[in-house]
C-alpha cells in the first residue's frame, strides 16, 4: 500500500513516453533487453573454437606444492592443456605489477606464480577442454601432493598478534588522534556502558560468478569480457602482468549481475584465462564455480570494544571505540570502522582505534558499506544501550547530541538533513508509540519489539571525462568508462543527459563498460553518479552551449538577441525562459548550420579545494519493527521505514532499489549471513546457498522508503551524493536494538541466529 502511495506522488516515466527530468521514478532503460535475455553477462559471449578452463583449488591453507600429477587429467577426451605454475606462460615478477587500481599495501596474490600455497581454495591449476564438462571432469583427477605447514586462521585466538596497519591505501582514513581524556572521563561516569560486539565472516555471492570469456583474434589482440566493477582497472592489471601494450587488450563489462564490492579489485580467473588464451593461442573462458567464491573476498571478522559516557541528561562525555579485524598474511586490507563514531555525534572525549590481525585467508574484500555495516552496527548498538542505562528514548538520545558541525574536524557539512530523516522516518513509522521499557508489546506467542539507529556514510566524488555526440536527427549518445553493477547507471545517465538537453529519454544512449571509452573510476564508494553524472553534465553543457553559438548565428533566429542564460533545453527546443514564442528546435538548429554531428569531450576534475572545506557524507535513520518467537529463537523483521538524505535523488525509481537492497542484506548482516571456518582446516566450511543463509522472500515484509529533501552542489554540480551503501548502514543495529526492546536480551554478535535467542 504504501508503495503504491510511493507511486502515485513521483512523477513517473517509463522508457518510450518522452520527456524526463531529474528526480522522476524511471524504469531501467536496459531493463527490456535484460528481462528478454538480450543482456550479455561475462560468460555469455560467444567466440569461436571457444576453449574451457576449469581452476583446481588448494586442499590445504598453508605449504608448498610438492608435486602435481596431470596425466590423468590430459588423457581425458576433449582435455588441451593442464596449466599449473610448473608450465604457465611467463608472468611478470615485482608486486607493482600486480597492483590493480584499488590494490591495499602490500603483496598482491599472484595465481599460478610458484609452489607456495597461502590459503585454502587457492588455484593450483587450471584445467583447459574443449567443453565446459570435459575440463570439470578432468579437473577431479589432478593429484596434488603438498607439504604442510601450520596455519593460523582464528582471529580471536589470534588477537595479541594484532597491529596498527599502514596507511598506504586510497581512501583509506586511520582512526583520528585522541580528543580529550576519554578513559578518564569514563572511568569517573556516573551512566556509562561498555560491550564487546562480534561480526563473523560474510561471503560475496552476487547472483553472476566470477567469469571471464578471452576472445582472441587472428593478431593476437584481446577482447576481454569480465565480470568487473572498473573494465579499465582489469585493462591495466591484465597490461601489467603480462606485459602487453594497452592497445593490444581491450576490456568490456556492459552487464554486470550483481558485485558490491566483489568486482573492485581484478579477480584470479581474469589473468587465468589470460594465461591459457596466451599460452594456447586461442580464445578461453573461466567461471568460477559458488563454491570457489566462497574461498576468497570477505567481509573481514571483527571484534570491536565500544564505551560510551553520559551526563544525566543524556549528553555523550565520552566514546571509545576499538577494533581489531582480519587481514591476510599478504596485504593489509584496511577499512573505515571506527571513524564514523568520532564524526556522528557531538562529544568532546574520543578515543578511536582499529588493529589487524595477519591470518593464512585470502585477503578480505570491501563489500557494500566496508567498514561502516560493522562499525555503525557497534555504535548504534551501544548507543542503546546507553539509551537504557539513562532511562531515555533512544531517538531522543541521538537528537539531544545530534552534531551541527562535524566533530572529529570541525567542518560545516555540505549538507546534512539527518534531523529531517529521524523526524520523517519516526513519524511515518509510528515512533511516539513507543513504550520506553522493554518486553511490553505482545501478540499470541510473538514478543515485538521496536527499534532505531542512524546510519552514514562518505559523499565522494572522483575524476572522470565524457564524450558526446549529437546527431542531426536529435538523438544525442553520450559515453564514459563507467559500469553499472546493476544499480542502474544506464538509467541515471541517460536521465542526466535527456534532463540536460530537453531531449526524450529514447533520444539518449548512455554506453559504458568497454575499457576504451572515456577515463572513468571503478563503479564503488557509491560515487559514481556524483562522478560520472557531473562529467556527463558537464559534456551536456557544452553542447548546450554549442547549440546555443549556432542558433544565434542562422538567418533571421529567433534567439538572436538571447543570453545563454535566459535560454531553457526543453522538449526539444532551445527557448527563452518565459516565452514560450522564442523558440526554435534543436533538429532545426542542426540542419540550419548544416551540422550532421556535433561533438564535444569533458573532463570532471573535483573542486578537492573546495570540497575540502567539508564534511561530505550521506546519513539516514532506520527505524524497524521485529516479532520474536522466545522459544524457537526466531526474528521476523515486519516493518521498516528508511529514512535517507542522500543529496538530490536522480531516479527515484531505482534509487528507491538500491535502499530496498540495502535493507534486505542488513537483515541478512543482522540474522542470517556467516561463514564458518574449521580453523583444524583453516578452511570455510558452509561454502554453498544451502548452507550459507542469505535473506530470501519469506524473510522480507514491509519496506518503506523516505528520501528527504537534499541538493548538495558541493558534492557535485548535479546536487547528487549516492545511494548505494547507505541503504544497508545501520539496518543490522536496529534490528538488533528491536530484538532488546522485544525481549530485554542484548545479542551483541552477529549474525543474531535462533540458537542465540532461544530462551
Ligand atoms: Mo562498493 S563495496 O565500493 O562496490
Given at each position: 500500500?504504501?508503495?503504491?502511495?510511493?507511486?502515485?506522488?513521483?512523477?513517473?516515466?517509463?522508457?518510450?513516453?518522452?520527456?524526463?527530468?531529474?528526480?522522476?521514478?524511471?524504469?531501467?532503460?536496459?531493463?527490456?533487453?535484460?528481462?528478454?535475455?538480450?543482456?550479455?553477462?561475462?560468460?555469455?559471449?560467444?567466440?569461436?573454437?571457444?576453449?574451457?578452463?576449469?581452476?583446481?583449488?588448494?586442499?590445504?591453507?598453508?605449504?608448498?606444492?610438492?608435486?602435481?600429477?596431470?596425466?590423468?587429467?590430459?588423457?581425458?577426451?576433449?582435455?588441451?592443456?593442464?596449466?599449473?605454475?610448473?608450465?604457465?606462460?611467463?608472468?611478470?615478477?615485482?608486486?607493482?605489477?600486480?597492483?590493480?587500481?584499488?590494490?591495499?599495501?602490500?603483496?598482491?596474490?599472484?595465481?599460478?606464480?610458484?609452489d607456495k600455497i597461502a590459503y585454502s581454495g587457492q588455484p593450483v591449476a587450471l584445467v583447459v577442454a574443449a567443453t565446459f564438462e570435459a575440463a570439470r571432469y578432468a579437473a577431479r583427477l589432478v593429484e596434488v601432493d603438498y607439504e604442510v605447514e601450520n596455519h593460523a586462521t582464528s582471529l580471536v585466538e589470534n588477537r595479541e598478534r594484532s597491529y596498527k596497519p599502514s596507511r598506504l591505501k586510497a581512501g583509506f582514513t586511520p582512526p583520528p588522534d585522541p580528543k580529550g581524556h576519554a578513559d578518564e572521563v569514563w572511568e569517573k561516569a556516573a551512566v556509562k556502558i561498555e560491550g564487546q560486539y562480534y561480526s563473523g565472516v560474510e561471503h560475496h555471492n552476487p547472483l553472476e560468478m566470477f567469469a571471464s570469456t578471452v576472445i582472441r583474434s587472428e593478431d593476437g589482440?584481446?577482447?576481454?569480457?569480465?565480470?568487473?566493477?572498473?573494465?579499465?582497472?582489469?585493462?591495466?592489471?591484465?597490461?601489467?602482468?603480462?606485459?602487453?601494450?594497452?592497445?593490444?587488450?581491450?576490456?568490456?563489462?556492459?552487464?554486470?549481475?550483481?558485485?558490491?564490492?566483489?568486482?573492485?579489485?581484478?579477480?584470479?580467473?581474469?589473468?587465468?584465462?589470460?594465461?591459457?588464451?596466451?599460452?594456447?593461442?586461442?580464445?578461453?573462458?573461466?567461471?568460477?564455480?559458488?563454491?570457489?567464491?566462497?574461498?576468497?573476498?570477505?567481509?573481514?571478522?571483527?571484534?570491536?570494544?565500544?564505551?560510551?559516557?553520559?551526563?544525566?541528561?543524556?549528553?555523550?562525555?565520552?566514546?571509545?571505540?576499538?577494533?581489531?579485524?582480519?587481514?591476510?598474511?599478504?596485504?593489509?586490507?584496511?577499512?573505515?570502522?571506527?571513524?564514523?563514531?568520532?564524526?556522528?555525534?557531538?562529544?568532546?572525549?574520543?578515543?578511536?582505534?582499529?588493529?589487524?590481525?595477519?591470518?593464512?585467508?585470502?585477503?578480505?574484500?570491501?563489500?557494500?558499506?566496508?567498514?561502516?555495516?560493522?562499525?555503525?552496527?557497534?555504535?548504534?548498538?551501544?548507543?542503546?544501550?546507553?539509551?537504557?542505562?539513562?532511562?531515555?528514548?533512544?531517538?531522543?538520545?541521538?537528537?539531544?547530541?545530534?552534531?551541527?558541525?562535524?566533530?572529529?574536524?570541525?567542518?560545516?557539512?555540505?549538507?546534512?538533513?539527518?534531523?529531517?530523516?529521524?523526524?520523517?522516518?519516526?513519524?511515518?513509522?509510528?515512533?511516539?508509540?513507543?513504550?520506553?521499557?522493554?518486553?511490553?508489546?505482545?501478540?499470541?506467542?510473538?514478543?515485538?519489539?521496536?527499534?532505531?539507529?542512524?546510519?552514514?556514510?562518505?559523499?565522494?566524488?572522483?575524476?572522470?571525462?565524457?564524450?558526446?555526440?549529437?546527431?542531426?536527427?536529435?538523438?544525442l549518445v553520450v559515453s564514459s568508462a563507467a559500469t553499472d553493477i546493476g544499480t542502474g547507471t544506464y538509467t541515471a545517465m541517460s536521465i542526466i543527459a535527456a534532463d540536460a538537453l530537453g531531449l526524450p529519454l529514447e533520444r539518449v544512449r548512455f554506453q559504458l563498460g568497454d575499457s576504451t571509452l572515456p577515463v572513468a573510476p571503478i563503479e564503488g564508494g557509491s560515487s559514481h553518479v556524483a562522478t560520472v553524472g557531473s562529467a556527463v553534465q558537464g559534456v551536456c553543457e557544452k553542447l548546450q552551449k554549442t547549440l546555443f553559438k549556432l542558433a544565434k548565428k542562422l538567418p533571421s533566429s529567433p534567439l538572436a538577441k538571447a543570453r545563454f542564460a535566459d535560454v531553457e533545453f526543453t522538449g526539444g527546443l532551445l527557448r527563452v525562459r518565459g516565452r514560450p514564442e522564442?523558440?526554435?528546435?534543436?533538429?532545426?538548429?542542426?540542419?540550419?548550420?548544416?551540422?550532421?554531428?556535433?561533438?564535444?569531450?569533458?573532463?570532471?576534475?573535483?573542486?578537492?579545494?573546495?570540497?575540502?572545506?567539508?564534511?561530505?557524507?550521506?546519513?539516514?535513520?532506520?527505524?524497524?519493527?521485529?516479532?520474536?518467537?522466545?522459544?524457537?529463537?526466531?526474528?521476523?523483521?515486519?516493518?521498516?521505514?528508511?529514512?535517507?538524505?542522500?543529496?538530490?535523488?536522480?531516479?527515484?525509481?531505482?534509487?528507491?532499489?538500491?535502499?530496498?537492497?540495502?535493507?534486505?542484506?542488513?537483515?541478512?548482516?543482522?540474522?542470517?549471513?556467516?561463514?564458518?571456518?574449521?580453523?583444524?582446516?583453516?578452511?570455510?566450511?558452509?561454502?554453498?546457498?544451502?548452507?550459507?543463509?542469505?535473506?530470501?522472500?519469506?524473510?522480507?515484509?514491509?519496506?518503506?522508503?523516505?528520501?528527504?529533501?537534499?541538493?548538495?552542489?558541493?558534492?557535485?554540480?548535479?546536487?547528487?551524493?549516492?545511494?548505494?551503501?547507505?541503504?544497508?548502514?545501520?539496518?543490522?543495529?536496529?534490528?538488533?536494538?528491536?530484538?532488546?526492546?522485544?525481549?530485554?536480551?542484548?545479542?551483541?554478535?552477529?549474525?543474531?541466529?535462533?540458537?542465540?535467542?532461544?530462551?
Open positions: 500500500m504504501t508503495d503504491l502511495i510511493e507511486a502515485l506522488r513521483t512523477p513517473s516515466a517509463e522508457p518510450g513516453t518522452g520527456a524526463v527530468s531529474i528526480g522522476m521514478a524511471v524504469s531501467r532503460v536496459d531493463g527490456r533487453d535484460k528481462v528478454m535475455g538480450k543482456a550479455r553477462y561475462a560468460a555469455e559471449h560467444p567466440a569461436e573454437d571457444l576453449l574451457y578452463g576449469v581452476v583446481v583449488s588448494s586442499s590445504i591453507p598453508v605449504g608448498r606444492i610438492k608435486e602435481i600429477r596431470v596425466a590423468a587429467a590430459l588423457a581425458t577426451p576433449g582435455v588441451v592443456d593442464v596449466i599449473t605454475h610448473a608450465n604457465r606462460p611467463r608472468i611478470r615478477s615485482f608486486d607493482i605489477f600486480y597492483k590493480d587500481m584499488t590494490a591495499p599495501s602490500g603483496s598482491p596474490f599472484r595465481p599460478l606464480y610458484d589482440h584481446l577482447t576481454i569480457y569480465d565480470k568487473t566493477q572498473s573494465s579499465q582497472n582489469s585493462r591495466w592489471y591484465v597490461s601489467h602482468v603480462f606485459g602487453l601494450s594497452k592497445h593490444k587488450v581491450t576490456v568490456r563489462n556492459p552487464y554486470v549481475g550483481g558485485a558490491f564490492g566483489s568486482g573492485l579489485r581484478p579477480q584470479y580467473q581474469l589473468p587465468l584465462a589470460v594465461m591459457a588464451a596466451l599460452k594456447l593461442e586461442r580464445s578461453v573462458r573461466v567461471v568460477l564455480t559458488r563454491q570457489q567464491m566462497f574461498t576468497f573476498g570477505h567481509r573481514p571478522e571483527t571484534v570491536q570494544r565500544v564505551k560510551l559516557a553520559a551526563q544525566a541528561d543524556g549528553t555523550l562525555s565520552a566514546i571509545i571505540h576499538e577494533a581489531v579485524a582480519e587481514t591476510s598474511r599478504m596485504e593489509d586490507y584496511v577499512e573505515v570502522v571506527v571513524n564514523w563514531s568520532g564524526e556522528l555525534y557531538a562529544c568532546e572525549h574520543v578515543r578511536l582505534g582499529y588493529h589487524l590481525v595477519d591470518l593464512d585467508h585470502a585477503s578480505p574484500m570491501d563489500m557494500r558499506a566496508p567498514g561502516a555495516a560493522h562499525g555503525m552496527h557497534a555504535l548504534e548498538v551501544a548507543m542503546d544501550e546507553l539509551s537504557y542505562a539513562l532511562n531515555m528514548d533512544p531517538l531522543a538520545l541521538r537528537l539531544k547530541n545530534y552534531a551541527e558541525i562535524d566533530p572529529s574536524h570541525g567542518l560545516p557539512y555540505s549538507t546534512k538533513e539527518l534531523r529531517a530523516c529521524y523526524e520523517q522516518g519516526a513519524e511515518r513509522f509510528g515512533w511516539s508509540r513507543r513504550p520506553l521499557a522493554p518486553g511490553t508489546m505482545r501478540e499470541g506467542r510473538e514478543l515485538i519489539g521496536w527499534g532505531m539507529a542512524t546510519g552514514m556514510w562518505d559523499a565522494m566524488q572522483m575524476f572522470a571525462r565524457a564524450s558526446a555526440v549529437l546527431h542531426a536527427d536529435g538523438s522564442t523558440a526554435i528546435s534543436l533538429v532545426d538548429v542542426m540542419a540550419g548550420s548544416g551540422e550532421s554531428r556535433l561533438e564535444e569531450k569533458y573532463m570532471m576534475l573535483p573542486n578537492m579545494l573546495k570540497q575540502m572545506k567539508y564534511q561530505r557524507s550521506t546519513h539516514s535513520a532506520v527505524f524497524v519493527e521485529v516479532r520474536v518467537d522466545p522459544e524457537f529463537g526466531t526474528v521476523r523483521v515486519t516493518r521498516v521505514v528508511s529514512a535517507i538524505a542522500a543529496g538530490r535523488i536522480i531516479n527515484a525509481k531505482t534509487a528507491r532499489s538500491q535502499i530496498v537492497g540495502g535493507v534486505v542484506w542488513g537483515i541478512g548482516q543482522a540474522l542470517h549471513e556467516e561463514t564458518f571456518c574449521d580453523h583444524r582446516l583453516g578452511r570455510f566450511m558452509n561454502h554453498n546457498l544451502a548452507e550459507y543463509h542469505v535473506s530470501v522472500n519469506a524473510d522480507i515484509h514491509e519496506i518503506d522508503v523516505i528520501f528527504v529533501q537534499e541538493d548538495d552542489r558541493i558534492v557535485s554540480r548535479i546536487g547528487a551524493k549516492g545511494v548505494g551503501e547507505i541503504g544497508l548502514v545501520g539496518v543490522s543495529a536496529a534490528v538488533c536494538n528491536a530484538i532488546y526492546h522485544a525481549t530485554g536480551r542484548r545479542e551483541r554478535s552477529t549474525p543474531m541466529t535462533p540458537d542465540k535467542l532461544m530462551q
